[in-house]
Each structure stands twice: as structure tokens, then as C-alpha cells.
């Protein structure tokens, strides 16, 4: 069984570093075809795809965001860390990891079957 | 602001097919590359729905199925039930954003 969990501080202050925590289980980031994704949701709103790490290490990130995200793996602890610099309001968002497995990828396009719960984070002074 | 757009509602009488459209462009579903579609229950994370355009997880109810056409995609809900209601959002890929993205989304209620 596959499981996500996120952790992070749940209030940040203007121009902050956010470090948030994705802890998994059921799947080693190590095995040839696995990915970790970050996406988040603004409270009523859509969700946006931030960044990706794969089993290799290949690094990939929304290019909007690029300058002020940087995602990492640590495979001994089944975890991976994304940090978004210089933090503003409309960063307040619920933030999700999700496991994606390239071999179900078709068309260009890799659906997620799991999720973790999210983590809310409120961007406030 | 999202490149696929879905209507912000779409409702129904229990029983009754609704039909959920999401219409991107030629950078994205036009461009042939999939549709992903997502339920997404209050505070819940979202749910795989439909994978390929047209496929189902194990578990997912064959009231729900998807299709896809030209620049658009839709997903289709036979025999709504209550506990249909919830948000739903499309995935594709767009090349000029270089990315994965989704829709607007689509809250959908039982009358």
C-alpha cells in the first residue's frame, strides 16, 4: 500500500523560505519508473503542478515558479523536500505530493493515483 | 490563469446523464496528448477518475467515462447519485507551458 504524507509549518510570514516535507511508503524513489510531483490548490481554486523528481534524480519545475522552488530526494529516508523562497499571500494554498509511475504514463500525460492528504499553508505577517 | 477551462457548475436530478466538458487548444489536447480526469470530494485530495481519455481505475464505476475530440475532452456521469457531488478537474500536457496542467474545474451537484 502506497502512502503520502506532507509536513511543513502551516503559517509562513512574507518573503519566508517554505520547506515542506514529503514522507512516503510503499514504493522506493530508487526503482527505475517512480516520481514524486508537488501540486498545490489555493483554497477554492485549481490545482497547479509545481515540481518533479525522478527515480534518476532528473529535477523538473513548473517554469513560472522555477527561480523560487528546488525539489530533493533523500531515498535512505523515503522522502522528498521542496523549499519555495520568498514566500507571498498568494502562495497560500493547500500543497500536495503524489507518486506518479512512469509506466502508466500515456499520450504524454501521467496520471496520479495517489495522493497524499496536503498540507495547508497560509502565507500571512 | 488555467489553459483547459470547464464550466464552473454542472448539475443534474439523481438518476439523470450530465456531461462535463474541458476545452483546451493546440498546444495541449489538440496537440493529441492525453486527458486525465479527477474527482475531488471537500477536503479531500483529488481522486484518479479516468486515465487515457477513456480508462478506468479498478474501483470507478462505469457510470463515469471519458472521451476525447479535437481540442476538447468531456467526461460523462450516467445515473447521477448523490455522492457524485464533488469537484472535477482534467489534466493534460501543454508543450508551450512545458508542463502538466489542469482545469478550472467543475463542481457538480444533485439536484
Known amino acids: 500500500q502506497v502512502t503520502l504524507e506532507e509536513s511543513g509549518p502551516a503559517l509562513v510570514k512574507p518573503t519566508q523560505t517554505l520547506t515542506l516535507t514529503c514522507t512516503f511508503s510503499g514504493f522506493s524513489l530508487s526503482t527505475s519508473g517512480m516520481r514524486v510531483s508537488w501540486i498545490r490548490q489555493p483554497p477554492g481554486k485549481a490545482l497547479e503542478w509545481l515540481a518533479r523528481v525522478d527515480w534518476d534524480d532528473d529535477?523538473?519545475?513548473?517554469?513560472?515558479?522555477?527561480?523560487?522552488?528546488?525539489?530533493?530526494?533523500d531515498t535512505s529516508k523515503n522522502q522528498v523536500v521542496l523549499t519555495m523562497a520568498n514566500m507571498d499571500p498568494v502562495d497560500t494554498a493547500t500543497y500536495y505530493c503524489a507518486r506518479i509511475r512512469l509506466g502508466?504514463?500515456?499520450g504524454g500525460v501521467c496520471p496520479i493515483a495517489d495522493w497524499g492528504h496536503g498540507t495547508l499553508v497560509t502565507v500571512s505577517s | 490563469q488555467s489553459v483547459l477551462t470547464q464550466p464552473p457548475s454542472v448539475s443534474g436530478a439523481p438518476g439523470?446523464?450530465?456531461?462535463?466538458?474541458?476545452?483546451?487548444?493546440?498546444?495541449?489536447?489538440?496537440?493529441?496528448?492525453?486527458?486525465n480526469w479527477y474527482q475531488q470530494l471537500p477536503g479531500t485530495a483529488p481522486k484518479l477518475l479516468v486515465y487515457g481519455n477513456n480508462n478506468r481505475p479498478s474501483g470507478v464505476p462505469d457510470r463515469f467515462s471519458g472521451s476525447r475530440s479535437g481540442t476538447s475532452a468531456s467526461l460523462a456521469i450516467s445515473g447521477l447519485q448523490a455522492e457524485d457531488e464533488a469537484d472535477y478537474y482534467c489534466?493534460?500536457?501543454?508543450?508551450?507551458?512545458?508542463?502538466?496542467?489542469?482545469?478550472?474545474?467543475?463542481?457538480?451537484t444533485a439536484l
Open chain 1, 59 to 73: 529535477k523538473f519545475y513548473n517554469p513560472s515558479l522555477k527561480t523560487r522552488l528546488t525539489i530533493s530526494k
Open chain 1, 104 to 106: 502508466d504514463c500515456s
Open chain 2, 16 to 35: 439523470q446523464r450530465v456531461t462535463l466538458s474541458c476545452t483546451g487548444s493546440s498546444s495541449n489536447i489538440g496537440a493529441g496528448y492525453d486527458v
Open chain 2, 91 to 108: 489534466q493534460s500536457y501543454d508543450s508551450t507551458l512545458s508542463r502538466s496542467v489542469f482545469g478550472t474545474g467543475t463542481k457538480v
